[in-house]
């Protein structure tokens, strides 16, 4: 385990942050980021190309209406106590059970057991074992997350068996772990550093998706041949692309 990226952990300030309804500008959404939150909206935006989540669906409708979320700032906090923060923000709104879809006049009724659900993996304690066979234990996937810099649907992969291990690291959930488990796994696979190449000028993952206005989670897709760039429209047809693993 890399102790500098531990040790950085505590010095990140993280933002507790709502989404509102453009046109009511009712809250819809709270969240917690280490990004700028014009990167999460970006992010938030991208993702909602995706069916699947209520959220997703209502940015999908708003776009569609060339409209976006309303993002802003509710309160700073430290890797110590962002967790209770954000509980404390969304269990202020959870009595709002009904959201509306964008101009449909539809409403979805929402029950907060299903969104206790939907939520249950997100909180659940995980385990992460490096080359080494070290264990480290986080209290969330987020708390992972922002503690080794590894992007959430990576881990999110390894924990749900969709593959094997990333960045260097294995994960479980740490209800499922037993006695011995690091010693039936094998790591291969490394970190990398990785950069992009853009029309020939070397840009980090932040910096080429802020250039650019996409999110950092296409850009990585791209950059593990998930996604292809020259079909995405924030390229034209005269740019070059070249991926850098270090």
Known sequence: M??????????????????????TLKIK?????????????????????????????????LIFQNK???????????????????KLWIKRFENLTNTSQGGTGVVINRKIDSINKSARGHWKSIIGI????????????LDATNTLNI???NISEVLSKRSYCCYGYHFI???EYYEGYENEIIITNKKKKIYFLYNNVKYSLVELSLLLNCSQTFLNLVAHNKRNWKNSKFFNSTDTLEIIKI
């Not at 990226?5 to 505590?10: H, L, M, R, S």
């Open 130 to 141: 490096d080359k080494d066979k070290n264990k480290i234990y986080f209290k969330s996937l």
């Open 173 to 175: 959930y740490e209800n």
């Open 151 to 153: 992007p959430q649907t």
């Open 29 to 61: 959404y709270i969240g917690v980021t280490v990004s700028s939150l014009n990167q999460r909206l970006s992010q938030h935006i991208y993702d909602s190309k995706n069916n699947g989540t209520h959220k997703r669906n209502w940015v999908k409708n």
């Open 2 to 23: 890399d102790i500098n990226k531990v040790k950085n952990k505590e010095n990140r300030v993280f933002k507790i942050y709502c989404l509102k309804d453009p046109f």
């Open 68 to 86: 976006k979320p309303i993002i802003c700032l509710l309160e700073y906090c430290n890797y110590k106590n962002w967790e209770q923060k954000e």
